[in-house]
């Protein structure tokens, strides 16, 4: 059931929603074309609580973050859930979550939370994109080809993305406006405006068509925000994020970043981006460049999330160059695999050489699962397939991520950004590593 409206609530309003810089990273950061370091400390501010940046917020795609109660999630330290409208619109459908009260009510979790838009996994799970990438040898795709894979499963036109549902092959079609719809419904904090997701392998000609039509779908989701806002007077308001694409060129991605900072509603007239994220085809070696030609043009005074990055010496490169929150399901994956974090690099927790280690899996970490249990019991319910296995890990590599990026956070307030890196980074991946990251940052 729908709440009632409160005759004397104000419409939702974008002042419910804001950011506010408190440090900047001065030292071992990137710096802008303006000269001013990209990088800083903030906080978020949302109709459900603050949000410290940098943060790293936990993907509870499903309105779950596998293997974890929300009081867990909160004891670790997340401070937002990041959930996925393409899922949850498939199951169990986003009106359902709408009558429970909202994406927050439904899964018991009261802090901010953000949705994405859908049009990653549209194109990336209905499209099969391993797949394409796979079958392509030579790196270099004709459009021609990879429109001819993509029509398997996902179409994408001038108006929106035809795909079939990966649960059962039912056929769905996403609109810039259908994925509004779909995330005021879920009623998320941070919701994403809907757009294209290119690969690597797409084509300098395909890219360039690529950004110009989610260009035009974000003024498209500008307008139908706009009416959703006015429409659902009932609700908290949802601030909608523009998402920066272009690959890897660099005039692409500035030209992408300048124009959706500047871009209005067509209708809803002075309706604009409250944030925007930073989308698409990344290659590692120059992720801190391109997030850094992104910042030096977005304006400065709204937030921005890098999408799926959470591996240790990526979020120092991107947080350097000015990215303030991230999302990612490798922590909780790679836990439910055995795969966990440490101060001294990954350790397989099934490895023979945990069996018999009476210690915590890491030391230094203060996480529920190191502070109670040993590796070799966490190695014994691995080998038993036992459910407490999922959790236990889960918790570990959570709270790994989530403590870096608050560490990152604390060392730019204390303007001792740089000897973190190179201590972290250093004894993640070696001493070498840690310096070649370094020389990489510029200045
Ligand atoms: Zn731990």
């Not at 790293?56 to 937002?80: D, H, I, M, S």
């Not at 039509?213 to 007077?233: F, K, P, S």
């Not at 871009?263 to 981006?273: K, L, N, S, V």
Request: glycine share 10%; hydrophobic share 35%.
């Amino acid at each position: 059931m729908n709440e009632s409206p409160a005759p004397t609530r104000p419409l939702p309003s974008p002042a419910d929603f804001g950011f506010d810089i408190a440090h900047r990273l001065e030292r071992g950061g990137v710096r802008g074309t303006g000269d001013q370091p990209l990088g800083r400390a903030g906080t978020i501010r949302t109709p459900h609580g603050d949000i410290q940046t940098p943060a790293f917020v936990p993907v509870g795609t499903k309105a779950t973050v596998k293997a974890l109660l929300p009081a867990t999630v909160r004891e670790l330290g997340g401070q937002a859930v990041l959930a996925n409208a393409y899922h949850l619109f498939l199951q169990p459908g986003s009106d359902l979550v709408d009558e429970a009260g909202g994406l927050g009510r439904f899964m018991n979790w009261d802090g901010p939370t953000f949705t994405d838009s859908g049009g990653f996994q549209v194109m990336s799970l209905g499209v099969g994109f391993k797949k394409v990438i796979s079958m392509d040898e030579n790196l270099h795709q004709s459009d021609e080809v990879i429109a001819e894979n993509k029509e398997r499963l996902a179409h994408v036109d001038e108006d929106g993305v035809t795909f079939k549902s990966f649960l059962n092959g039912d056929r769905h079609r996403f609109t810039p406006e259908v994925s509004m719809r779909i995330q005021h419904q879920l009623g998320a904090d941070i919701i994403f405006a809907f757009d294209e997701c290119t690969t690597l392998f797409n084509t300098r000609r395909y890219q360039e068509d690529s950004v110009d039509r989610t260009a035009r779908w974000a003024v498209r989701c500008l307008d139908e925000h706009a009416r959703q806002t006015a429409e659902r007077a009932h609700r908290p308001y949802q601030a909608l994020f523009g998402v920066v694409q272009g690959a890897q060129y660099e005039d692409l991605r500035r030209a992408a970043a300048r124009g959706l900072a500047e871009m209005t509603g067509a209708e809803a007239d002075g309706q604009r981006f409250d944030g925007f994220g930073i989308g698409g085809a990344l290659d590692k070696s120059e992720l801190g460049t391109i997030v850094g030609w992104v910042n030096d043009e977005l304006p400065e005074n709204k937030p921005r999330h890098l999408l799926g990055i959470s591996e240790p010496d990526d979020l120092f490169v991107a947080i350097a160059a000015g990215a303030d929150t991230f999302d990612c399901v490798a922590p909780s994956r790679q836990a439910r695999g055995g795969t966990m974090y440490s101060s001294t690099g990954r350790i397989n927790a099934k490895s023979a050489a945990q069996r018999r280690r009476f210690e915590p899996l890491d030391p230094e970490c203060d996480c529920y699962t190191c502070e109670n249990y040993t590796a070799a019991y966490l190695h014994h319910l691995f080998k038993a397939k036992e459910m407490l296995a999922s959790t236990l890990a889960t918790i570990h590599n959570e709270r790994f991520i989530v403590r870096l990026v608050d560490r990152i956070r604390q060392s730019i307030i204390d303007d001792s950004f740089a000897e973190l890196r190179d201590e972290v980074l250093g004894r993640q991946y070696g001493p070498d590593f840690a310096r070649k990251t370094a020389a990489q940052s510029p200045r």
